[in-house]
């Protein structure tokens, strides 16, 4: 239908409109007396100043008809804005409604503008409503016809994904609105950098990849600030080089207020951030059944104690101790510190003593809400689906296969990966689960469509010794797979996978989490787990940030330790510094540690979750990933 057949239909319509707005506009107040005409000089008339509201808009629409058709459409979106400016989004709806209706009659960057106050019109009247599907299509304009986005796409960007918890995405479209502030405020920069103060390790490298205007020095900025912010004196230094560097930057009204804060800490005198302790109590099941898991942590701790001589160390076995005299056993030792409990029953018997050192629980309390002066350590598998997750999400995978083991703890992580693809793509990712032995094959074949493909051919009764053979069509919809499982299973499974893909069809990536991993592995498993990525800590995973001389030297003396001691290990081995740095964690948000087990970051829960690296097994042999192919 045209476009002026449409309008010519709606005229009726929008004349009732522009009545009804004109008897409104033109009731006043009742009319005084007519006062006796004075003789006053003539003044100039001047001409009554052109409300571009959406009375105009419209009535101007109406007179393009005759005059300008090719102006109807553009005058009519002019109206559609200007009703959410005078706060009347159901009109604004409607006639964006209306337009969506004859698409063709427009071009794409009406298109484009329609979509957006739809959006907009549709935010107002239904409220956390789901902007996704609106933004994705204006998305795809802007894509398909090579054009640039409005400011109010990246603001509804921000809306959607403050609702979705979506900080990159957010922060990205934050960015990119801000180059529209001409007039920016220092408090605008400042909530910047708020955002920037909360992302972790995998987030920044997912921002970068975005590429928004202006990002780099503000991640640089960030990192330092992770780093560097616990030591005054080395922060200073690091910032002071940014700014020679970044001299234009607006994040120099954030390293302006931190250098300031840290002159004004340095006149008065005021305590470090992390200042010298002499005595931590470390309490670890040293004897009993758990007495293996305290003694490599002890270990651990022990390892980082050779660069720590100025503290005293004092452990105390979890399994002799009354916990009900714990208090009085401090306070006899003089301790400033505690490290531990490891074990949860432990953890809920010293949180109900109420000490009140600076603590840090290697283990995560089960209920019990934490207090200013206790932080915990999350070890948690399932913390690093959620980094799978969101990151996997941002390669744009249409149809990832989630692949889980069925015991209880796989369980777990494969729901935190689904819930957390759930949130930021708004799809439902496809699962299966399998169990060890004769079961899986038969799964895993249903999974990959194999099945289907074997009913086709099962007559020709072809074998693999044959000279005819015929390729099992696997499913050539799934383009990424994720395995839950640990090292054992999915040494079975990977392979398995790997052959059920034809050679005519491209290879799907295989991704999976820490437990699909391990250090006790022979010359077979770097062959079965070819070409599979996956998260691990650095103590486990040859990098940058791993303490090669220490983890050759704990390999040379336990050879054989399990992968789950080694963990153990390796949080030992960070806890001194992380007790050390509770205020800089509490007083500077953007504090981060760098540690064996990844690096830690304190949440609003006084929880320190981690941020973990990306591996791969490559051509018979492990290798580190800068960052996820």
């Given at each position: 239908m045209h476009f002026n057949c449409f309008f010519s239909k709606n005229r009726q319509l929008i004349l009732a409109t522009l009545v009804a707005v004109t008897i409104a506009s033109c009731s006043s107040a009742p009319k005084k007396a007519p006062e006796q005409p004075k003789s006053v000089p003539k003044e100039e008339v001047k001409p009554k100043e052109i409300v571009e509201?959406?009375?105009?808009?419209?009535?101007?629409?109406?007179?393009?008809?005759?005059?300008?058709?090719?102006?109807?459409?553009?005058?009519?979106?002019?109206?559609?804005?200007?009703?959410?400016?005078?706060?009347?989004?159901?009109?604004?709806?409607?006639?964006?409604?209306?337009?969506?209706?004859?698409?063709?009659?427009?071009?794409?960057?009406?298109?484009?503008?329609?979509?957006?106050?739809?959006?907009?019109?549709?935010?107002?009247?239904?409220?956390?409503?789901?902007?996704?599907?609106?933004?994705?299509?204006?998305?795809?304009?802007?894509?398909?016809?090579?054009?640039?986005?409005?400011?109010?796409?990246?603001?509804?960007?921000?809306?959607?994904?403050?609702?979705?918890?979506?900080?990159?995405?957010?922060?990205?479209?934050?960015?990119r609105a801000f180059t529209y502030n001409q007039q920016a405020t220092d408090q605008d920069i400042t909530a910047l950098w708020q955002d920037f103060v909360l992302l972790t390790q995998w987030q920044q490298q997912q921002l970068q990849q975005k590429r928004a205007p202006m990002v780099t020095p503000w991640l640089k900025l960030a990192k330092l600030a992770n780093e560097y912010g616990h030591n005054n004196q080395v922060f200073n230094n690091k910032l002071s080089n940014w700014q020679k560097q970044n001299p234009t930057h607006p994040a120099n009204v954030i390293v302006n207020q931190l250098l300031e804060e840290i002159t004004l800490e340095q006149l008065n005198q005021q305590p470090s951030i992390?200042?010298?302790?002499?005595?931590?109590?470390?309490?670890?099941?040293?004897?009993?059944?758990?007495?293996?898991?305290?003694?490599?942590?002890?270990?651990?701790?022990?390892?980082?104690?050779?660069?720590?001589?100025d503290l005293v160390l004092n452990f105390i076995d979890a399994n002799q101790l009354d916990f009900t005299t714990l208090n009085d056993t401090l306070i006899k030792i003089n301790a400033s510190r505690v490290i531990g409990p490891l074990l949860k029953e432990h953890v809920e018997q010293f949180l109900a003593q109420n000490i009140p050192l600076p603590t840090l629980l290697l283990n995560l309390p089960t209920q019990t809400a934490l207090k200013d002066n206790q932080i915990a350590i999350s070890m948690r598998p399932e913390d690093e689906a959620v980094q799978a997750a969101a990151q996997l999400s941002d390669?744009?995978?249409?149809?990832?296969?989630?692949?889980?083991?069925?015991?209880?703890?796989?369980?777990?992580?494969?729901?935190?990966?689904?819930?957390?693809?759930?949130?930021?793509?708004?799809?439902?990712?496809?699962?299966?689960?399998?169990?060890?032995?004769?079961?899986?094959?038969?799964?895993?074949?249903?999974?990959?469509?194999?099945?289907?493909?074997?009913?086709?051919?099962?007559?020709?009764?072809?074998?693999?010794?044959?000279?005819?053979?015929?390729?099992?069509?696997?499913?050539?919809?799934?383009?990424?797979?994720?395995?839950?499982?640990?090292?054992?299973?999915?040494?079975?499974?990977?392979?398995?996978?790997?052959?059920?893909?034809?050679?005519?069809?491209?290879?799907?990536?295989?991704?999976?989490?820490?437990?699909?991993?391990?250090?006790?592995?022979?010359?077979?498993?770097?062959?079965?787990?070819?070409?599979?990525?996956?998260?691990?800590?650095?103590?486990?995973?040859?990098?940058?940030?791993?303490?090669?001389?220490?983890?050759?030297?704990?390999?040379?003396?336990?050879?054989?330790?399990?992968?789950s001691l080694q963990r153990i290990f390796a949080m030992g081995y960070d806890a001194i510094e992380l007790v050390n740095k509770l205020e800089a964690f509490k007083a500077r948000p953007y504090v981060r540690h760098f540690g064996q087990t990844g690096v830690l970051k304190l949440n609003e829960s006084n929880v320190l979750t981690r941020s973990l690296l990306w591996g791969q097994y490559s051509r018979s042999q492990v290798k580190q990933l800068a960052q996820l192919n």
């Open positions: 509201d959406a009375q105009y808009y419209l009535t101007m629409a109406e007179q393009s008809l005759a005059t300008n058709p090719d102006q109807t459409s553009y005058l009519l979106i002019n109206a559609a804005q200007s009703y959410l400016s005078e706060e009347k989004p159901n009109n604004a709806l409607w006639l964006a409604k209306q337009l969506e209706q004859n698409k063709t009659e427009l071009t794409s960057e009406q298109q484009y503008r329609v979509t957006l106050i739809k959006a907009q019109a549709t935010d107002i009247l239904v409220p956390e409503t789901n902007l996704k599907p609106m933004l994705d299509e204006a998305n795809e304009i802007v894509t398909e016809n090579k054009l640039p986005h409005d400011l109010a796409y990246y603001q509804l960007l921000v809306m959607h994904a403050e609702r979705t918890s979506q900080l990159v995405l957010g922060l990205d479209a934050k960015l992390a200042p010298e302790q002499k005595v931590i109590a470390i309490i670890l099941p040293l004897t009993g059944k758990q007495a293996r898991a305290g003694q490599v942590a002890q270990q651990g701790i022990l390892a980082a104690y050779q660069n720590n001589t390669k744009h995978y249409r149809k990832p296969l989630l692949l889980s083991h069925n015991d209880p703890v796989s369980q777990r992580i494969a729901q935190t990966f689904a819930n957390q693809w759930l949130s930021i793509t708004d799809s439902p990712i496809e699962t299966m689960t399998y169990s060890q032995g004769k079961d899986m094959q038969n799964q895993l074949k249903q999974s990959l469509g194999v099945d289907d493909s074997e009913r086709r051919i099962k007559d020709l009764r072809v074998r693999l010794d044959q000279i005819l053979k015929i390729e099992e069509r696997n499913r050539r919809d799934i383009d990424m797979i994720y395995i839950v499982g640990n090292n054992q299973q999915t040494r079975l499974i990977k392979p398995y996978i790997d052959v059920n893909i034809a050679t005519f069809a491209d290879v799907i990536p295989v991704y999976a989490s820490s437990r699909s991993h391990s250090l006790n592995h022979d010359d077979s498993a770097l062959v079965d787990l070819n070409g599979m990525t996956f998260t691990e800590m650095p103590w486990l995973l040859s990098s940058e940030q791993q303490n090669t001389p220490l983890a050759k030297q704990a390999h040379n003396l336990w050879p054989n330790r399990s992968d």
